[in-house]
């Protein structure tokens, strides 16, 4: 089955549908609908038991138009993109003098008085080995440390790895304290202008102008699709993606690869007639990117059946291969973890600990006390194109997707098929705080 | 001084200030002029013998705004770019179907009848090892040849060899008996799209919006500067690039490098006080981009001095380095070009045979007998970022254009040393003439 999998195409075809048919699906746009329709038909297609969609709600953040360019020293024309969420600047734009810092900690140890009246400058530059959730704290809090000292905007370096004129866009947050800043990011060569044009040391002037709405309430999906089990349905082994992207690109990696690699893992499951005890369910949630709402949404219809939730892992970071299997399960479980671990040796994948987070939308789950899993993926070119124009069908290369779809295929028919609980519920909760105790 | 050279910094540094202060320098823009003075001022600072500039007069096309988005099967909007010289599509835009022709020559073999009242596609892909200047065809002379067949409009592949959502600009010219249509490009990941739909087998809408201008005169200059020969100060050997760039990026292969590449070499040599016999003249060109007017402008100018133009060689095809020596020389000059070419190979340089274009600008100095000279560069990246808003500073590797520069020192110091005359003249129109006979 491992091998026969390795070499099925299924989902590098359904990612090719979503791109093409789809394309971008900003979460509360027009396109957001239009994917349901698709997820929905496409489950429909690949011969899930059972396909059905649950509402999320969630408001309507709106891009209309930004520009940013440099007055002085010497003017030029930058490659800017909005945060998700930010609001606009004042009629007529910002102009100001920007203040660099490098990274939020350098901002908050910044003095209010160089702050004051300026564009605030976060030039934190991700590197291919450097934290990812360090440096997009700039981008999601920057905004409100720059306000309480008097900024007039917030412009990031772009949480990005690549050296593109394309830059990288993400949900950024209002503290309830701050005054709301416009935020946005400029793409890696264009700050990399800037610090080259503050090294002469004269100040940098920016005009910025960012207009955005948010208005409205929207109903979305998850959309979600299940394998039945043949002997214990009502347990499940919960995998997906999240369905919607950001409106730049369209959402290849960020996160169409998730949704094709768990249905295509579930479709070749079905296609091969492999029916397990459990069931296997697939949900592709709403909205992911401005604050895992779709997550929220499904743990609050759920949270009665936590216990049910046998084994959860989310496929959001890319297109893999995936690398490593870690889990989250009481001790008992260990031994079918490690049955899961050989079988993947064969697919490159190494045995990880048993500490693990099943991925951004079932975190709220994991929480909640279940059982989790983490298919690891390699993750060198994903910040590349993630949140950028550039995250297309032509980035995915069907021989890492196929074996991401391979590993999440025997993951999840194995923890379907396992004869022992993976404990899910209070004695997960308690082993893992004493496991942190300890 | 060969060694010397390869560690000399001075050429990046140059590109980085032309790339930072200056910028984006479109021919007719307000940039422009602020090229040309940039180029002045780092010519007296480098320290020339002798700076002054001529002026070069033409049209100006102008960028208004872009906009191209799939309407059916499916909804998309499009990475795409103005062709430099395209007109406006009229007001309200061209809405049609598109019809996918793989080249310039298919077009040509296409009946009128599949192409009348829709906007033609040419798909030519450029790759690493295909001839740009066959499939940058299909840009210059696509418009013409689809509007004779009734087309409303072109759209093309972005003629570049990357994978990105930057679309490719560059210039395109209408014939006198073909009615004027729009013609842009699209970045390639978006003409990816476009097959992906295609194959579907329904038609595929655009919705084409461009607007442009073309309308006033301008006048800006070749810039110049020369250090004088001690002996033979009126014969010259005569290097550069172009000043102008594309208005998407800001010129740093295209031809930023070229320039610094040529500025760099003839500053190394006064730096080092290797004062040659013949003067050796650094022409940075007015727009070449939008047709060699900078080029055409300079032979207008120079036209009664070609036999003091010893050997001519203009740097435009990136940051190098440079891979083979060629030249195009009488027979008796092939002894130094053996010299050059035993002492480059300490840099990597081979030795090409006698048969040199010495690039676009000087072109038309060779058609009237100048002795020319082509350092050929390693271009596999080149057309990554060419005419795209990724041709940016970060791009340039200083080991690269460090070859590069040492490379044109050593060819411009031993041109203009040389006791031997390279013939430039009847002579050698005549000898071009006897070999292709031959």
Known sequence: ??????????????????????????AGSEADLRAVAWAEAKMRALGLDKVWKEPVQYPVWQRLSEQA??????????????????????AGGVQADIVHVASLQDLKNTDAAKVRGKIVFIDHKLKKSTDYGEVAAGRSRGASEAARKGALALVIRSVGTDSHRLPHTGVMHYDED????????ISNPDADLLVRMLKRGEPVRLDLRIQTAMEGNFTSYNVIGELRGSEQPDDYVLIGGHLDSWDLGTGAVDDGAGCAITLGAAE??????????????????????????????????????????????EADSGQGPVKTLRSDVVPAALVVVGQMQQVLTGLGVSAGGNQAHPGPDMGVLREAGAA?????????????????????????????????????????????QSPVDFGSGDELIQGRKNRTAG
């Not at 999998?5 to 900003?26: F, H």
């Not at 993926?377 to 590349?384: G, K, L, S």
């Open 178 to 185: 701050a005054p709301r800043i416009a935020a946005a990011a």
């Open 69 to 90: 360019s440099v007055i002085s020293p010497y003017p030029h024309r930058l490659q800017v993109t909005a945060l998700g969420h930010s609001v606009s600047t004042p």
């Open 268 to 313: 070749f499951l079905r296609r091969h007639q492999l029916r397990p005890r459990r069931s296997i369910r697939v949900v592709l949630y709403a909205n992911e990117e401005q604050g895992l709402i779709g997550g929220r949404a499904y743990h609050a219809a759920h949270r009665h059946e936590i216990s049910r939730i046998q084994a959860a892992s």
């Open 1 to 26: 089955m491992r091998e026969h999998a390795l070499s099925d195409n299924r989902s590098y075809e359904i990612l090719e549908s979503l791109t093409t048919e789809v394309g971008a699906r900003l």
């Open 372 to 416: 989790s899993f983490s298919l690891d993926m390699q993750a060198d070119d994903y910040f590349d194109v993630h949140h950028t124009a550039d995250d297309t069908f032509d980035k995915i290369e069907p021989v890492r997707i196929r074996q991401s779809c391979a590993a999440f295929a025997v993951f999840a028919w194995m923890a379907a």
